[in-house]
């Protein structure tokens, strides 16, 4: 190398470290150091400043930030065994790609267990379909898209995946509209060529005196005390039927699933618990037994609720719990799969129908009897609106009516925050699909202006990542619906959440409010209502 290219190299690498700070950056290592003068000491350097030693921290701080370079996901298998979505994050740190975290989606089925096969099948080959389209945005698109991105700033990060979404499901309703255009043209072209117009049109048949044409035009009513012989005495409404299932967009695991791993990378980088990172980003926001069922619960058969009830009093005396005291019960009724829409009512136990206003009558005696019961979840559908005011009205200052199925989905609440929703103490929200941690920000916030308390509630197909018990605890929810204690994904989250009891003890920030103690704080409230005391 000649002389003058030599110095030109050395020009640039003097105007390079200055503008970098290194050399006084270096002088501040060298006067450290000089107060403990080392026998070797450049030994002394090469420990401390090319190792990983106290002063290889001292310069990790001019670092620049990590940042996103890489999307991994992969399907995977939750703890019922059916597929499901794992997003891997990887970010450059200090020049190397490294692995942050990972999360598994937890998902909810809309079918409900006795389902037919056919529907079942069905249901299995969407959900496989959908996992497979995740993988791939996340793997392709996203990766893409999120490249270079600070894994702290979710806000940013949540609205690329919202505007993403938003552009898939118009591609959807283009393709469509497209299909439908193509089709109906077939149709029309069809039409066009069968029709033979050398040939007459065939008449319509003569129609006899007091005889009927060979078309019939039906008109179907529903009557009650129908009896062969006897004129109908009156006539009736149907009950409204039960709603549609909401689409889902598939591959919509992909935006919920990169959002939660994007929140729990920025935690990690930030070195804090993903709930505190969460209520960070809340804050900065702008304004007999048969059988085990599939989610782990005894089925227990008997005669009438009450006797459900005691038993369930004599299993908690027996191990020295006393219900109304030491510990209070929330019921989930899941109404929408009592309803038998043949009959137009409630089939509480085999053989035994109560419409839904005897459906309140019976709330309202269960709530007087049996004063622990300090919440009814789904107690109604969300279509007996009218029932929902009633029992709200009857029951609203002695316990939390929630509505989980009952409830608008996520994403019709992110798109329509006044949509007319039942009558309701509470909600269940359950993060799943393109949910992203900004809506539950935003949700909650929501939920508490219109007074009605947040419950964060665990999909029934649900994985053994615990993020949902931090999600809850930094979203400050009033419960977590987690299920019975069983199989490994549950443990795993009632662990975190007591992991997070000792922590906030051990700092001192933990309040009567925290939802762990709720229900020994509600009792001291006595019969008032017990969301004046937020």
């Known amino acids: 190398m000649e002389a003058g290219e030599r110095r030109r190299l050395r020009r640039e690498a003097a105007e390079y470290y200055r503008g970098q700070r290194v050399p006084e950056r270096m002088e501040d290592v060298l006067n450290a150091l000089f107060p403990l003068p080392p026998a070797d000491l450049y030994g002394e350097l090469v420990a401390r400043v090319l190792s990983l030693s106290f002063k290889a921290n001292y310069f990790s701080k001019f670092s620049k930030a990590p940042v996103i370079c890489k999307l991994v996901g992969r399907k995977v298998l939750d703890g019922v065994g059916q597929p499901t979505l794992e997003v891997e994050i990887y970010c450059t740190v200090k020049n190397y790609e490294k692995r942050i975290c990972s999360t598994v989606m937890a998902t909810h089925s809309q079918i409900p267990e006795n389902a037919l096969p056919e529907t079942i099948e069905a249901d299995a080959k969407e959900r496989n379909d959908s996992v497979h389209t995740a993988v791939q945005w996340v793997n392709e698109a996203l990766n893409t898209m999120l490249r270079d991105l600070d894994p702290t700033d979710q806000c940013q990060a949540d609205k690329m995946l919202g505007e993403y979404f938003a552009n898939k499901i118009e591609e959807k309703k283009k393709i469509e509209k497209e299909e439908e255009e193509k089709k109906k043209a077939e149709e029309e072209a069809a039409k066009a060529t069968h029709a033979s117009p050398s040939c007459p049109s065939a008449s319509p048949p003569k129609q006899k005196k007091g005889g009927k044409t060979g078309f019939t035009s039906f008109n179907f009513n529903i009557f009650c005390n129908i009896d062969i012989g006897k004129k109908v005495s009156a006539e009736v409404n149907p009950i409204p039927p039960a709603e549609p299932a909401e689409p889902v967009l598939r591959g919509s695991l992909a935006i919920g699933g990169t959002s939660l791993a994007i929140a729990k990378a920025g935690a990690t980088i930030s070195r804090v618990p993903l709930y505190l990172h969460t209520a960070l980003l809340k804050h900065n926001q702008p304004p007999p037994l048969k059988r085990i069922s599939h989610l782990g619960c005894l089925t227990i058969g008997y005669d009438n609720l009450e006797q459900l009830l005691l038993q369930l009093q004599t299993a908690c005396n027996n191990i020295g719990l006393e219900l109304g005291i030491d510990m209070y019960l929330a019921i989930n009724f899941a109404a ?30 269960m709530i007087d009897n049996f004063p622990f019961i300090i919440a009814l979840i789904d107690p109604l559908r969300k279509e007996d609106r009218d029932q929902w005011s009633s029992i709200c009205c009857a029951l609203g200052s002695k316990c939390y009516l929630i509505a989980e199925d009952a409830a608008t989905q996520i994403s019709k609440l992110t798109t329509d925050q006044n949509i007319n929703i039942a009558m309701c103490s509470g909600v269940v929200l359950k993060y799943t699909n393109q949910t992203k941690v900004s809506d539950l920000i935003e949700l909650t916030g929501v939920l508490h202006g219109q007074r009605r308390v947040t419950i964060l509630g665990s999909p029934d197909r649900e994985s053994s990542d615990e993020s949902l018990v931090d999600l809850a605890v930094g979203l400050g929810a009033r419960f977590l619906k987690l299920g019975g204690l069983s199989r490994g994904e549950r443990v795993a989250k009632y662990n975190r959440l007591l992991a997070i009891e000792e922590e906030l003890a051990a700092n001192g920030a933990l309040r009567t409010s925290f939802f762990l103690t709720l229900f020994s704080a509600c009792h001291e409230y006595g019969h008032k209502d017990w969301r004046e005391n937020d």
């Open 336 to 365: 929408h799969e009592l309803m038998d829409y043949g009959k137009g009512k409630y089939e509480i136990l085999t053989g035994t129908f109560k419409t839904p206003d005897e459906m309140v009558a019976m709330y309202v005696e």
